[in-house]
T-cell receptor, first 112, second 112 residues
Framework: DQQVKQNSPSLSVQEGRISILNCDYT??????FLWYKKYPAEGPTFLIS?????DKNEDGRFTVFLNKSAKHLSLHIVPSQPGDSAVYFC???????????FGTGTRLKVLA | DGGITQSPKYLFRKEGQNVTLSCEQN?????MYWYRQDPGQGLRLIYY???????QKGDIAEGYSVSREKKESFPLTVTSAQKNPTAFYLC???????????FGPGTRLLVL
């Protein structure tokens, strides 16, 4: 049973446009969410987080939106740059637990 | 310069052999984690440790063992009981539960 789903395995976007990466979850107990960026053969790099008390968190070009009723979060990258080309993972956790559940990732390709 | 280090970058295992992957952090984090990544899949939790001398099984602990004798170190042993050990192994750490996890660069394990 996959509790965190990233249904788009890949996404291509033109440089300068917006990239929108989606993530759905099934467990209503999840209340803390993370986005990571990963290059091949490297460890994931933390991008941005959001807790369930918020519906939006912004950090530079990256914004995460959380829709609790739909159990859906999205990562917006504006403007997209070629260096953003990587695999993006979302992860979810419940308060007080140490376990994060990761999605399968979306490969973003930003075209110059 | 704080961070998480993993060694070696590549590791080869012969049939029936146990191998140990190293993970060290100098971030003063209490919690440490081991994940496994297979092609096209998300990260799956093998073991985690909340504090020194304590650790818990994750979702795929069979065939693996860990120790946490020091706060800074969380080595993972892949035993001969792990029948499909070829994967990319990632170590992470955090201040506590539901906190952002920071990852090391990973170790790729291959079976000869």
């Amino acid at each position: 049973d996959q509790q965190v789903k990233q249904n788009s395995p890949s996404l291509s976007v033109q440089e300068g446009r917006i990239s929108i990466l989606n993530c759905d979850y099934t467990n209503s107990m999840f209340d803390y969410f993370l986005w990571y960026k990963k290059y091949p053969a490297e460890g994931p790099t933390f991008l941005i987080s959001i807790s369930s008390i918020k519906d939006k968190n912004e950090d530079g070009r990256f914004t995460v939106f959380l829709n609790k009723s739909a159990k859906h979060l999205s990562l917006h990258i504006v403007p997209s740059q070629p260096g953003d080309s990587a695999v993006y993972f979302c992860a979810a956790s419940s308060s007080g637990t140490y376990k994060y559940i990761f999605g399968t990732g979306t490969r973003l390709k930003v075209l110059a | 310069d704080g961070g998480i280090t993993q060694s070696p970058k590549y590791l080869f295992r012969k049939e029936g052999q146990n191998v140990t992957l190293s993970c060290e952090q100098n971030l003063n984090h209490d919690a440490m984690y081991w994940y496994r990544q297979d092609p096209g899949q998300g990260l799956r939790l093998i073991y985690y440790s909340q504090i020194v001398n304590d650790f818990q099984k994750g979702d795929i602990a069979e065939g693996y063992s860990v120790s946490r004798e020091k706060k800074e170190s969380f080595p993972l042993t892949v035993t001969s009981a792990q029948k499909n050990p070829t994967a990319f192994y990632l170590c992470a750490s955090s201040f506590g539960g539901s906190e952002t996890q920071y990852f090391g660069p990973g170790t790729r394990l291959l079976v000869l």
